[in-house]
């Protein structure tokens, strides 16, 4: 057997395979094309490994260590081979070493291509798309080539190795690794999961990544992913399609060996495609009292990363050279923020569940692993609970389905200030936790026909995705008809209508001093979320008391 290590002579784009962007800076032209060959399948194996350099983190100082950089292998990617035309001659997927093989003719000219994506299609097995695009180059997909060889006589072996570009002390060559790496981090999600649901079906998950994504605020405050300006990682929908964009920009914040950051993204996108997730989003930290839709969001993200990796130590790499960086503990901290509004003791929470490690001073003695966990998120009583996702929302359903781990769940529940035992339902109806603070309690505030308050916005934690910025109210509607909610108490009132994890109406006009909606509903119990604008998104934040009157016809 013939073995030849191909060289890689081209990261870029499907879009810009002409020129193959550098990591910091400068183009370099395609290779002279051979002569073209025609396709043919023989009786002749070409088979090999693709292989990725994966900068792992330092725990010293959480930046990265490229001294450390190893040889890892593209998991699942599709792997092309070619002809001198590049038409085309067959497709395969490696496997998880890495390996492909191929069935070729003699003396033929063809070049391997690695495709940034994963591919499958089901057939009696989880199936997913994900695509690693850049961009900042028309959404176009990552591709690394290798030379152009002829296929001899004989078996032969090519092993493709896509390098980090990273030259010891800067990036000065093609930066061909990132896009596999990050690919493979979102295989180790997908693959956990599948090994929980044989059944499961990803839809279409498109990561936007580039070189030039930086954390920069355009003017208009809203990412623009053609100039890379991005403000930070995250997750979003584009339509119909699923979104992660990912920082990549050296130098300042580069996100894809963090596979921490990489794997919460994804979590965000599971909760909204095949999960539930009501969050508003926006900044947020480990001590921040959050609103509660957004603690549990983000704690869940961050215990995720723990529990796919199996290393408790959420990990970001960024500044200069990349040496610098921070961590968080998700399995226990000195958090400042502990309750219902924390990310932190949302984390810690759910990484307790999970793991087998257990830690007295946490009270954890439980070790559930990722099934029942996911059994909750994907169950219709989680997905389409009348209360707004929270760490209420979900508990109650996981402590309903565990009932012999029932104690143990409530002395987690306790450590974290959170109530417990049968004193727990999805709308934390008997939380006491108002973390000190006046307008927290209670969190849903049972609405009525006629006016309902005062129910008060405050910036008592910061705005615009903190505790109590948005209060809560329950409306249960007795009989169908045509109700008008309008509300008042602020320059700018804003509110929302959910019924069973449904939107089924909106007011968000911009009207000034009254905000009033009117829509047909059926009976059952509706839930809503009310804010002053400037509290959640403008203007000068404060305490607004606001009133809803609700009118049936």
Not at 190 to 201: G, M
Not at 300 to 320: I, K
Not at 383 to 389: D, E, M, P
Not at 427 to 440: H, I, L, P
Request: aromatic content about 8%.
């Amino acid at each position: 057997m013939m073995r030849r290590a191909l060289q890689l002579t081209c990261l870029a784009t499907t879009a810009a395979l002409a020129a193959c962007g550098g990591g910091g800076g400068g183009q370099s032209a395609a290779p002279a094309p051979l002569p073209v060959t025609a396709c043919a399948s023989g009786s002749l194996q070409l088979a090999g490994t693709i292989t990725y350099d994966r900068v792992p983190s330092n725990p010293a100082t959480n930046g990265l260590d490229y001294e450390s950089t190893v040889a890892a292998p593209a998991r699942q990617i599709t792997v092309q081979l070619l002809n001198g035309n590049d038409d085309v001659c067959d497709t395969a997927t490696t496997d998880d070493a890495g390996q492909f093989s191929f069935s070729v003719a003699e003396n033929l000219n063809l070049k391997l291509r690695a495709r940034a994506e994963l591919q499958q299609s089901g057939g009696g097995q989880p199936a997913w798309s994900v695509q690693v695009i850049d961009n900042t180059q028309g959404s176009a997909l990552y591709v690394a080539d290798g030379a152009i060889a002829g296929t001899g006589t004989s078996d032969s072996t090519r092993d493709l190795h896509l390098p980090s570009g990273w030259t010891g002390s800067s990036y000065g060559a093609p930066r061909s690794a990132a896009p596999f790496a990050i690919a493979d981090s979102i295989y180790e999600a997908l693959s956990d999961f599948a090994a929980v649901d044989s059944t499961i079906n990803f839809p279409l998950l498109r990561v936007n990544w580039s070189v030039d994504n930086r954390p920069v605020t355009p003017g208009n405050g809203q990412p623009n992913l053609p100039t890379g300006e991005v403000i930070t990682s995250f997750y979003t929908r584009f339509g119909s399609v699923s979104n992660l964009v990912l920082l990549g920009a050296a130098g300042l914040d580069t996100d894809e060996y963090d596979d921490h950051v990489v794997i919460h993204e994804w979590g965000h996108y599971f909760e909204d495609r095949l999960s539930r997730s009501d969050s508003v989003g926006g900044p947020h930290g480990r001590d921040d009292r959050l609103d509660m839709r957004v603690a549990f969001g983000e704690g869940f993200g961050n215990a995720l990363s723990g529990m796919v990796t199996d290393d408790p130590f959420y990990r970001d790499a960024f500044g200069e050279r990349q040496q610098l960086g921070f961590a968080i503990n998700v399995e226990s901290g000195d958090d400042n923020s502990v309750g219902w509004f924390s990310e932190a003791s949302v984390q810690e929470l759910l990484y307790d569940l999970y793991d087998s490690t257990n830690d007295a001073a946490d009270s954890d003695d439980i070790t559930l692993g990722l099934a029942p966990l996911y059994d909750i998120l994907t169950a219709s009583g989680y997905r389409s609970s009348a209360a707004f996702t929270s760490v209420f929302s979900y508990m109650t359903q996981l402590r309903a389905a565990q009932a012999a781990n029932q104690s143990q769940i409530d002395q987690l529940l306790a450590g974290q200030q959170i109530v417990s035992g049968t004193q727990l339902d999805a709308f934390g109806a008997n939380e006491t936790n108002n973390e000190g603070a006046s307008n927290v309690l209670p969190i849903y505030t049972t609405l009525g026909l006629g006016s309902n308050g005062p129910i008060c916005s405050v910036d008592t934690f910061g705005t615009p995705n903190k505790l109590s910025n948005w209060r809560f109210g329950r409306f249960n509607v007795s009989t169908s008809g045509s109700y008008t909610f309008t509300l008042t108490g602020a320059s700018d009132p804003d509110f929302i209508v959910d019924r069973l994890g449904q939107r089924v109406a909106t007011g968000f006009s911009g009207q000034a001093d009254s905000e009033s909606v009117t829509v047909a509903l059926n009976p059952g119990e509706h839930v809503l979320a009310m804010s002053a604008f400037a509290n959640t998104g403008g203007g000068s934040p404060g305490q607004f008391c606001l009133t809803m009157n609700i009118e049936v016809d």
